[in-house]
């Protein structure tokens, strides 16, 4: 019997489920998030934005990734539209600078979408694995717990949005175009998230240097695919010797 893919609450974080993504090595996953995200980067015509586009689309569905879990990918995201549109249109005008605003705003969301997919179908266990043999690693547990807290602070933020608005913050889509906004969006949302991710990283770094991070050459990695493949034969065993 297939088992259903477990869906995910929060942006950016790793979900379980059987692709071809799931399957391809850390390194390679990289090769093509990097290459997506350099192609996103060149294109400036219509045409080949819309080819871009499907790649990245096709790329993430592939990994039996849902609406829903790119919905909370992308929606941070929205915010930028609507500030690049009104700095065009201030710039440029009308319709001038309706394009570059456009072609701008859909640039920066594909952009991330490759390294989102690398987050999703990834765990860091593999990730370490993969690159051990390039970089010590002490540099490696630094940058992928880094890229870990990426879901942590995605739903900090939505936390932090949600008691902000209730307070009476000005930061409802509405409010973009008042100055106010901006303050806002300083005081109740960056600040706060600041002291939070400096409080986390302390946090993080006491609890590594509980658990012995540091005081050996090389480490260990846990690996969830073995453990299940280990505990599914085991249990098939422990069926077969009680018939």
């Known amino acids: 019997m297939r088992r259903r893919s477990k869906g995910s609450d929060y942006a950016c974080q790793y979900r379980v489920a059987d692709s071809i993504i799931h399957r391809l090595p850390a390194g390679w996953k990289m090769i093509i998030s990097t290459t997506l995200s350099i192609l996103i980067l060149v294109v400036r015509e219509p045409t080949p934005l819309l080819l871009a586009t499907t790649i990245c689309f096709l790329y993430y569905f592939l990994a039996r990734l849902t609406l829903a879990d790119l919905w909370r990918d992308i929606r941070i995201f929205l915010v930028q539209f609507f500030i690049l549109l009104f700095l065009y249109l201030y710039q440029q005008g009308y319709p001038e600078g309706i394009w570059p605003?456009?072609?701008?705003?859909?640039?920066?969301?594909?952009?991330?979408?490759?390294?989102?997919?690398?987050?999703?179908?990834?765990?860091?266990?593999?990730?370490?694995?993969?690159?051990?043999?390039?970089?010590?690693?002490?540099?490696?547990?630094?940058?992928?717990?880094?890229?870990?807290?990426?879901?942590?602070?995605?739903?900090?933020?939505?936390?932090?949005?949600?008691?902000?608005?209730?307070?009476?913050?000005?930061?409802?889509?509405?409010?973009?175009?008042?100055?106010?906004?901006?303050?806002?969006?300083?005081?109740c949302i960056i600040i706060p998230l600041l002291v939070r991710a400096l409080k986390t990283a302390d946090e993080a770094a006491l609890s590594a240097e509980a658990r012995g991070m540091g005081a050996n050459k090389e480490r260990t990695y846990y690996d969830v695919q073995k453990l299940e493949k280990f505990l599914t034969l085991q249990n098939n065993a422990t069926q077969t010797a009680g018939e």
């Open 101 to 187: 605003a456009v072609r701008t705003s859909i640039q920066i969301v594909l952009f991330f979408i490759p390294g989102i997919v690398f987050l999703r179908t990834t765990q860091v266990s593999s990730m370490m694995k993969g690159l051990r043999g390039i970089l010590p690693y002490r540099v490696l547990f630094l940058l992928f717990t880094s890229l870990r807290f990426v879901p942590f602070f995605a739903r900090e933020m939505q936390e932090i949005y949600m008691a902000q608005k209730l307070r009476g913050a000005h930061l409802s889509p509405k409010d973009i175009r008042r100055p106010i906004f901006w303050r806002d969006l300083f005081s």
